[in-house]
């Protein structure tokens, strides 16, 4: 990938059309530029849980999370483009199997929340998701990777999983969810 954005307002989407890496233009509303929004909006929300004191091994796994949706979404940007393997996801099945080892059983479904680390996890972990049903939409049009959906799967997995591990290290109880019959 060479191409480099050196004028960042060209103008050339006052017509409602954004230029894909391939040089194509396609409607702003189009699926693949759902999808690319709703990736770099939760890489976004990743950055701004990384201001949060984290400990430096989880903050070390957000930043190449980063690196990672980065090239998630040049992929999108770029049809026919393959950036993510197995090996992505493979990594985030290790994560989710070292930070869940020291968890214990769900007893009931959790509210997000907790100390400001594990609530910035949780907004995350809800971007995931939507960037997952976005690359869900798109690939029902256009060919997907099936990397791409494992690895926003398995993300907004992680991002439950480290919410719990955060809390449990900062010394707060994840606040469970007690069902009200109004």
Known sequence: MSIRVSIVSTRT?????TGLGDKTRVPKDAPRIMALGDVDELNSAIGLWRTAPLPAEIDALLDRIQHDLFDLGAELCIPGWTALKDAHVLRLDDALKHYNAELGPLQEFILPGGCPA??????????ARRAERS????SRADTVNPPVLHYLNRLSDL?????RFLNRAAGV???LWN????
């Not at 989407?13 to 059309?17: A, K, L, M, N, S």
């Not at 690359?135 to 798109?138: G, M």
């Not at 069902?179 to 109004?182: F, G, K, P, V, Y």
């Open 118 to 127: 594990a609530a910035h996890a949780h907004m995350a972990r809800t971007l």
């Open 179 to 182: 069902r009200r019959d109004a």
């Open 173 to 175: 109880t994840d606040t």
């Open 159 to 163: 991002c439950f999983v480290l919410a």
């Open 135 to 138: 690359v869900v939409t798109l």
């Open 13 to 17: 989407g006052d017509d409602g059309t």
